[in-house]
């Protein structure tokens, strides 16, 4: 099981840090990853990380703005968002695996951003 948190409403240039925590099936996967949806558009890879080395990748529209992190001790992954703009609303998704096809999701946290 795979639990979203931390998002929530911020104006442009905020900042917000997303968790997402697993439960019962431990971290077997290789990747972990974030995705988003936004109203009435498709859903789009945000980043991913290798569980093991810690290798990141990020869609160009987040490049150097957002940081995907884990703590393999908490089975936690993170995703730092800095510069925010309007276009980053959507409902942010963990997904376990790798975009576009992920074992598993959680229920989402929908992140704000305000002009």
């Known amino acids: 099981q795979l639990v979203e948190s931390g998002g929530g409403l911020v104006q442009a240039g905020g900042s917000l840090r997303l968790s997402c925590a697993a439960s019962?099936?431990?971290?077997?996967?290789?990747?972990m990853g974030w995705f988003r949806q936004a109203p009435g558009k498709e859903r789009e890879f945000v980043a991913d990380i290798a569980w093991y080395g810690g290798s990141t990748n990020y869609a160009d529209s987040v490049k150097g703005r957002f940081t995907i992190s884990r703590d393999a001790a908490k089975n936690m992954v993170y995703l730092q968002m800095n510069s925010l703009k309007p276009d980053d609303t959507a409902v942010y998704y963990c997904?376990?695996?790798?975009?576009?096809?992920?074992?598993?999701w959680g229920q989402g946290t929908q992140v704000t951003v305000s002009s």
């Open positions: 019962g099936r431990t971290f077997n996967s290789v990747y």
């Open positions: 997904g376990r695996g790798r975009w576009p096809s992920y074992a598993s």
